[in-house]
């Protein structure tokens, strides 16, 4: 790769220089909201915490921990610790269940979003000579607008095409020669499938370079089905409207895991059901605590994301801790018979049989306290019929040996599961 390798210093920190940032940071952090923020003021005295109380990165601990709960007794403005008229734009999550998130930026805040988002996606190999293609839905949603200031930063193109729109999307990629496609995976798809009905072959057709994917979880085999669709490589990124949008972690090119811009995010591993902190290599759910955002300072944020740090070395030379893909959401963990499942093992199960397209649908349905699950998938392009009743098997066998449970699976006509145009719903409860 010509040119510099990392964006930014801070991306090559010797651990104890990154831990003595992280420290001189957080002391700030909590300093600022206990000073100038009520609400945790109140909450950080009932813990006992004083500023002074941060002596060492391990007494973070003490601090107690923000939920989703906690966010939305505190809507809208509850944790702004700045004065409102030094507010400059907020954003809020999707809130498909009751009152939504609401995050807020200063100047200042907003500096610090483009340049962590310019940091990954300079990570992931994208430079100024790139073309995005910016899938995601613009508005009050964080994604595209932080990607849009990361590349934007580093002097790529941006074509804000929002979500929708497929064919636009598939014919403007083509005519404005796109080299990065920002967008959820199945989105993604989805393009594909319009393009090739227009006439089109997403390998040939493209100038892609890249995919970056995030806002939904998706598994080691449906990456491999987005790179065979596209000549490009499909790329994991990390972030929530809690802690700024997107740019809290991505991958490098070494694929084993997403740097964590860790200078101004601290990342923690806790055990989900005690809260007590686990250690490197360990399974646990991410807590990340804000270390320089004035509007909006988080601290311990739990976000149900279910996770591992690594603190090894990376081959790409970048030292910042990473986390492992996510493993699932313990929103969407479901308990049938006893097992835990999550969608995205169904969906490695379907995506390691031939013939299975990324079309598919977990069906969950409850009999008294009894979950039971069901799957339908469709087939790929030129699959006969005659071949369903194998595949359906095969895909049965395949949930039988990752997760030990029997599921019915049907094979259904291609065009029979709705397609997604932003993040896609794989369980339909009935
Ligand atoms: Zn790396």
């Given at each position: 790769m010509a040119g510099k390798k990392f964006w930014d210093k801070n991306e090559k920190l010797k651990p104890a220089e990154l831990e003595a940032l992280q420290l001189k940071r957080l002391k700030w952090s909590v300093k600022h909201a206990f000073k100038n923020n009520p609400a945790y003021n109140k909450r950080l005295k009932k813990a006992k915490v004083e500023p002074s109380s941060i002596k060492k990165l391990a007494d973070i601990e003490k601090i107690p921990f923000l939920t989703k709960d906690d966010l939305r007794t505190y809507y809208?403005?509850?944790?702004?610790?700045?004065?409102?008229?030094?507010?400059?734009e907020l954003h809020a999550s999707s809130g498909t269940t009751g009152k939504p998130v609401v995050g807020t930026y200063t100047v200042n805040d907003l500096d610090v979003w483009g340049e962590v988002m310019a940091r990954n996606l300079y990570r992931i190999g994208i430079r100024k000579e790139d073309r995005m293609q910016n899938a995601y839905g613009y508005g009050l949603f964080t994604g595209a607008h932080g990607f849009e200031r990361g590349a934007q930063k580093i002097g790529a193109l941006v074509s804000?095409?929002?979500?929708?729109n497929t064919q636009r999307q598939a014919m403007l990629m083509k005519d404005f020669e796109a080299t990065v496609l920002a967008a959820t995976p199945s989105f993604c798809l989805y393009i594909a499938e319009v393009a090739q009905g227009m006439g089109m072959d997403p390998r040939k057709d493209f100038k892609l370079k890249y995919g970056v994917f995030g806002a939904e979880s998706w598994s080691e085999e449906m990456r491999k089905k987005v790179e065979d669709v596209y000549d490009f490589k499909a790329q994991d990124h990390y972030g929530l409207t809690e802690i700024i949008?997107?740019?809290v972690s991505a991958e490098c090119p070494e694929r084993c895991g997403l740097h964590i811009n860790a200078d101004h995010f601290y990342t923690e591993i806790i055990d989900?059901?005690?809260g007590e902190t686990l250690g490197p290599g360990e399974k646990g759910e991410l807590v990340f605590t804000s270390l320089t955002k004035e509007a909006f300072p988080v601290l311990r944020?739990?976000?149900k994301d279910l996770s591992i740090l690594h603190d090894e070395k990376c081959a790409c030379g970048g030292t910042l801790p990473r986390h492992a893909?996510?493993?699932?959401?313990s929103d969407d963990m479901m308990k049938v018979k006893g097992v835990i499942v999550f969608p995205k093992q169904i969906e490695e199960a379907i995506m390691n049989v031939k013939g299975c397209s990324e079309n598919y649908v977990i069906i969950k349905s409850k009999k008294g306290a009894i979950i039971n699950l069901a799957v339908q998938v469709e087939p790929d392009v030129g699959v006969r019929k005659t071949s369903f009743k194998k595949i359906e098997a095969a895909v049965a066998k395949e949930i039988m040996a990752i997760l030990g449970l029997k599921v019915p699976v049907k094979v259904v006509a291609r065009g029979t599961i709705p397609r997604s145009e932003g993040k896609a719903k794989r369980v339909i409860e009935k």
């Open positions: 809208p403005f509850g944790l702004v610790s700045v004065p409102m008229e030094k507010v400059v804000p095409l929002s979500s929708g949008g997107p740019g989900p059901q005690t944020f739990r976000t893909r996510l493993m699932g959401r």
